[in-house]
């Protein structure tokens, strides 16, 4: 059976090193984490019989250990303990600790093994993505603290290079981040509830579906008039409120299905609403682009021809998510504008998207944030088109983006 302890631990680092450090050195290294006197890089026989697990460690270490700063340790493990790993096999660290966390039948699965972020057994069996620095320095001290290395030659002489590369396969599946949400399952739960209320709410127009009482979300100090979803099928939630909620209890199979029958009416109503809204922002698009007034256009502006990526373009995120959501939505709608007016001979799309692009290029001689460039360019188009649609205008922007007439490839 495989066991967690110092020497298996180490063992595993030892066979991910970079070649060139030495296991007297690494394993000195780990050890000063927590008892900065205590320097084993150059004893050999101190070093390998920790690694072999013929002998605990040193007291010294193990009483220093009980006062050990989980944050400093996470830190000195970023600093001095990850150079001296292998960077291709850092997933293969990962995997090997895992197997033998999971393997080591004397663990329980709520025993606390990565120290540093109060990871159980099981937490650690059920993620994927890991904190590395935080990931090693908790389990090296549940090691130092919990697991005497003596006696552990058995397990130990089972890790072997054979066994490190036998996750190979698996080193797709592990993920390292820069550190660890904050939110706990319970709080993840009540976002998800939120979000799933909100969405009921914009269909009954915030309000009960059966009552008609003005609603809102739960929150500390408001116990009255909050909504409540009310499973009434398999697949189908409707929104309440309190009262409501407990009379619907009683309620005969009749009215239930009268709430289900206006819940599919509401829906259908929300999405003939977005059609329309759909319809309206396209009429509104066109509408600005036959108001179009030309810019003069120098003979040597000429048009990207080979389309980049919007995620390659644009640095700033909520730009980034802005124009992603506009190109999304409306981008054919755009399209489609500009091959009916060219056909009609009411805009040369031609001479429009040199315009755009004469626009940006003089605005990109100021040196000004994409935003700020962003938003000059949509007021450009909103003033020289009659003042009228801004939204409008951000899409037409945000196509020709798409389109690789404003924002260059990021290189």
């Given at each position: 059976?495989k066991?967690?302890?110092f ?9 991910c090193?970079?070649k060139?450090?030495?296991?007297k050195?690494l394993?000195?290294?780990?050890l ?5 006197t205590y ?13 072999k ?6 007291p010294?270490v193990t009483?220093?250990?009980?006062t050990a700063d989980?944050?400093?340790?996470s ?7 990850l150079?001296?790993?292998d ?13 033998i966390?999971?393997?080591d039948?004397?663990?329980e699965?709520d ?14 069996a059920?993620?994927?993505?890991f904190?590395?620095?935080d ?5 090296f ?5 919990n ?5 552990c030659e ?10 490190i590369?036998?996750f190979?396969d698996q080193?797709?599946n592990?993920i ?11 709080t993840?739960?009540?976002?998800a ?6 969405v009921l ?13 003005v ?15 009310i499973?009434?099928?398999e697949n189908?939630?409707i929104v309440?409120c309190v009262?409501?909620e407990r009379?619907?209890q009683n309620?005969?199979?009749?009215e ?13 109503f ?8 759909r319809?309206?922002?396209e009429?509104?698009i ?7 007034d030309?810019?003069d256009?120098?003979v ?11 995620e390659n373009k644009?640095a700033e995120k909520?730009l980034r998510?802005?124009v992603?959501?506009?190109v ?5 709608g755009v399209n ?9 001979n009411k805009?040369?799309t ?5 315009s755009?692009?004469r626009?940006?290029?003089d605005?990109n ?11 000059l360019?949509v007021?450009?188009?909103f003033e020289?088109t009659?003042r009228?649609?801004?939204e ?6 945000s196509?020709?983006v798409?389109?690789?007439e404003?924002f260059d490839e990021?290189?």
């Amino acid at each position: 059976m495989k066991k967690l302890c110092f020497g298996s631990f180490t063992t595993i680092l030892k066979l991910c090193k970079v070649k060139s450090v030495t296991q007297k050195w690494l394993c000195g290294t780990l050890l000063l984490s927590i008892a900065p006197t205590y320097d084993i890089r150059h004893d050999d026989g101190t070093v390998s019989d920790l690694l072999k697990g013929k002998k605990n460690l040193s007291p010294h270490v193990t009483e220093l250990a009980l006062t050990a700063d989980k944050k400093e340790l996470s830190e000195y493990f970023e600093r001095s303990v990850l150079p001296l790993l292998d960077g291709n096999k850092r997933s293969l660290i990962v995997l090997a600790l895992k197997d033998i966390i999971d393997s080591d039948d004397t663990i329980e699965n709520d025993t606390v093994i990565e120290i540093v972020n109060d990871m159980t057994k099981e937490d650690i069996a059920n993620r994927n993505a890991f904190v590395l620095g935080d990931f090693l320095a908790g389990i090296f001290l549940y090691t130092v603290l919990n697991v005497n290395n003596r006696n552990c030659e058995d397990s130990i002489k089972e890790i072997t290079h054979e066994y490190i590369e036998s996750f190979e396969d698996q080193k797709i599946n592990v993920i390292f981040q820069g550190s660890y949400s904050n939110f706990s399952t319970e709080t993840a739960h009540e976002i998800a509830m939120d979000a799933r209320t909100l969405v009921l709410l914009s269909e009954t127009g915030g309000k009960c579906q059966r009552c008609s009482k003005v609603l809102g979300i739960k929150k500390e100090g408001n116990d009255v008039n909050y909504a409540k979803i009310i499973n009434l099928s398999e697949n189908e939630d409707i929104v309440l409120c309190v009262e409501c909620e407990r009379e619907i209890q009683n309620a005969s199979d009749g009215e239930k299905q009268a709430l289900l029958s206006a819940k599919h009416d509401l829906e259908t109503f929300i999405t003939a609403r977005e059609a329309t809204s759909r319809y309206k922002i396209e009429k509104q698009i066109e509408h600005v682009l036959r108001e179009v007034d030309l810019m003069d256009v120098t003979v040597d502006t000429q048009l990207k021809i080979k389309p980049v990526k919007v995620e390659n373009k644009i640095a700033e995120k909520r730009l980034r998510e802005r124009v992603l959501y506009d190109v999304n939505r409306l981008y054919q709608g755009v399209n489609d504008s500009l091959d009916r007016l060219a056909g009609e001979n009411k805009l040369n799309t031609n001479k429009f998207a040199k315009s755009i692009k004469r626009m940006y290029e003089d605005a990109n001689e100021t040196n000004i944030s994409q935003s700020d460039l962003y938003h000059l360019l949509v007021q450009t188009l909103f003033e020289k088109t009659g003042r009228k649609y801004r939204e409008a205008c951000e899409i037409i922007i945000s196509y020709f983006v798409q389109r690789c007439e404003v924002f260059d490839e990021i290189t």
